[in-house]
């Protein structure tokens, strides 16, 4: 059974009162009775159910058919028809949302939030058909390695505006810079492909609780990969990658991840 641990107090600043430098992870130092804080991290980022867990090209959800014990709608407005999250999740946004708009007078609106694993799956194998699997792989992840069926991630964007475009609004900027107060993490940063595996996603925010996301607001950890002390996911293992695909025609606006 997972024990709970107050990540706020592992911050740069708190590190640095221990005398550890900065870039030192902190499962390292902090002294954690029972199991390491560590082994806790790492058995969170496995679970699921847990707001911690991570999923990437290198590690996806188990099981890969794994779906949301319970799934709501949140009071936000939405496009199309996949607008559920976690209830965690949904609360979270909810009071995101009204605190964006509050603050730039525009709405902000849930995309995408809860995709299952068969839809992921389809939804792959469309861009799949229309991209060729190299470019399919660099914005649309497959089965089982999708945020989105965890039902914690929730693509959003200003009202009016395509996501795809969201970095640029006023809400796009605000959501960057305060998203973390609610515990969310734009998961895909810029400049970070190289670690998540995706080019930059303003638009993709990942419910992590408060805690955490206080911490990466905090530390220089930008990803969840260094946050909770895994290895870089830039690619699917080489015994998961399906036959190479021809590169496909065109971009088209999408939310696939
Ligand atoms: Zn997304």
Partial sequence: MLRRICVTAVTTTALAGLGVAAGTSAQAVLPVPGPSLGEVTFAAADDPAHP?????????????????????????????????LRPVAARALEQLA???????????????????????G??????????????????????????????????????????????????GRWVREHAWRYGFVVRYPAGERAVTGYAPEPWHLRYVGVGLASHLRLSDATTLEEALGTGPAPDYPADDAGPDGSEGPEKADRSAR
């Fill in 52 to 84: 911690w867990v991570l999923v990437n090209k290198t590690h996806p959800i188990t099981p890969r058919d794994w779906a949301p014990q319970r799934l709501v709608r949140p009071d936000v407005a939405a496009l199309g028809a996949h607008d559920r």
């Fill in 98 to 120: 009204a605190a964006s708009e509050r603050a730039t007078g525009h709405e902000l609106v849930l995309v995408s939030g809860y995709r299952s694993a068969a839809y992921q």
């Fill in 122 to 171: 389809d939804l792959y194998d469309r861009y799949v058909a229309s991209h060729g699997r190299r470019e399919a792989d660099t914005f649309s992840a497959r089965s089982g390695h999708s945020e989105h069926q965890t039902g914690l991630a929730a693509d959003v964007t200003e009202a009016g505006t395509p996501f795809t475009r969201f970095g640029g609004t006023e809400s």
